[in-house]
């Protein structure tokens, strides 16, 4: 099933029922141009309108959108426009929109910058631009069949390199290094690399929202939270916050600091693949 071809049909639906009357959209965001077309490279626009899907590069990702998007020059799939040297990306996509005839353009309004916006109307005058708050940010709020099995790929390519991590920690690792080894596990395990900076927080800095590595060792806690995900594909879960046990070590034994049973917590993350992770682990006190 092609679910791309789905959610720009879905955007466009959800378009014409929000009351605000459009002929095309405009997507610039390049989170929002993978969702909807599988190009994960950048400076890259999607001009979408009832009968045509256009993606607007230029040279230097000719070839990759050809990987990334098989459903190029398909019918009711993508067109790809190459732009120029001597145009800009927002150029040649309005050159494609005035192609198209669309009277109203809805735009990014979260997205796209008032200098952007001001160059589109001067290079497509006829056409009204209508700027929409998070139109594709609203269609990703129910996961289709495609991202979830992306996510649970994303999930399982973590815990992998969660559990290389676990099995090659020393009590001499400061917070920078364990950070190191994470980020290397999660490449070697198939992601692309870490969807976010990973947080390895030794004892009290565990406290801080977004603690960043320093070379405290491991040793001097008697606790560690470790958060970190995989950017494995073009879509992302929510991040996902639960206890963890780490395995008894040489010199130390670990438990965890909530019971087996205490659900997950989760809460939104940003629209572009990952699983995600948070584990804290507690040391108890030594026996006299």
Not at 70 to 96: I, N, Q, S
Not at 194 to 205: H, N, Q, W
Not at 235 to 260: E, F, I, L, N
Request: charged share 25%.
């Amino acid at each position: 099933m092609n679910y791309l071809a789905l959610r720009r049909q879905g955007l466009l639906r959800n378009l014409k029922a929000g009351g605000r009357p459009s002929d095309a959209i405009l997507v610039t965001h390049p989170a929002n141009v993978t969702y909807l077309t599988g190009f994960t490279g950048d400076s890259s626009y999607l001009v979408l309108t009832a009968k045509t899907a256009v993606l607007v590069t230029d040279t230097r990702f000719e070839e990759q959108a050809r990987e990334d998007c098989p459903e190029l020059g398909k019918d009711d799939g993508l067109d790809l426009h190459v732009r120029k040297h001597d145009a800009t990306t927002t150029e040649a996509a309005a050159g494609v929109l005035a192609k198209t005839g669309a009277k109203a353009v809805a735009v990014e309004a979260n997205r796209l910058t008032v200098a952007e916006l001001e160059a589109l109307q001067g290079l497509v005058p006829k056409a009204e631009f209508v700027p929409v708050a998070g139109p594709v940010e609203a269609l990703r709020v129910s996961k289709d069949p495609g991202e979830v099995e992306k996510i649970k790929a994303a999930i399982r390519v973590a815990e992998r390199a969660f559990k290389m991590f676990v099995a090659t920690m020393a009590e001499t690792d400061t917070e920078k290094e364990m950070v190191d080894s994470l980020e290397l596990y999660v490449r070697r395990c198939g992601a692309k690399g870490t969807s976010f900076p990973p947080i390895v927080a030794v004892g009290e800095r565990g406290a801080l929202p977004h603690a960043p590595p320093t070379n405290q060792p491991l040793s001097e806690g008697s606790k560690l939270l470790v958060d970190w995900g995989a950017d494995w594909s073009a879509t992302r879960t929510a991040r996902c916050c639960s206890a963890g046990t780490r395995p008894s070590g040489p010199s130390t034994t670990w438990r965890r600091c909530t019971p087996p049973s205490s659900p997950p917590r989760t809460r939104p993350s940003p629209p572009c693949g990952t699983g995600s992770r948070r584990r804290t682990w507690t040391r108890p006190p030594a026996s006299r």
